[in-house]
Nanobody, 112 residues
């Protein structure tokens, strides 16, 4: 079993930045591939970014060039640095391990 805990969300103005963290515990070594997803009110959950244990990285077009995913394997933690935030980035952000385990989510609100 893997437990994931996200943190770092909050309220930020358009153009601002936030850094999300996702700490994994349990059988954390099994999280070779980690994902960030987000779900805006009234919308389906959507994929945001992927990072593998060998640091293959991919982003959704909507965040490419503004968001950066990274990981610290020693700390079993994955990060999402979000810059140039827009109101449409407002959502609950979730991390995911291997497509199987989900965190509880952290709210990101981008508003003047």
């Amino acid at each position: 079993q893997v437990q994931l805990v996200e943190s770092g969300g909050g309220l930020v103005q358009p153009g601002g930045s936030l850094r999300l963290s996702c700490a994994a515990s349990g059988i954390a070594f099994s999280c070779n591939t980690m994902y960030w997803y987000r779900q805006a009110p009234g919308k389906e959950r959507e994929w945001v970014a992927t990072i593998t244990s060998v640091r293959y990285i991919n982003y959704a077009n909507s965040v490419k060039g503004r968001f950066t995913i990274s990981r610290d394997n020693a700390k079993n933690t994955v990060y999402l640095q979000m810059n140039s935030l827009k109101p449409e980035d407002t959502a609950v952000y979730y991390c995911n391990c291997q497509g199987a385990y989900w965190g509880q989510g952290t709210q990101v609100t981008v508003s003047p």
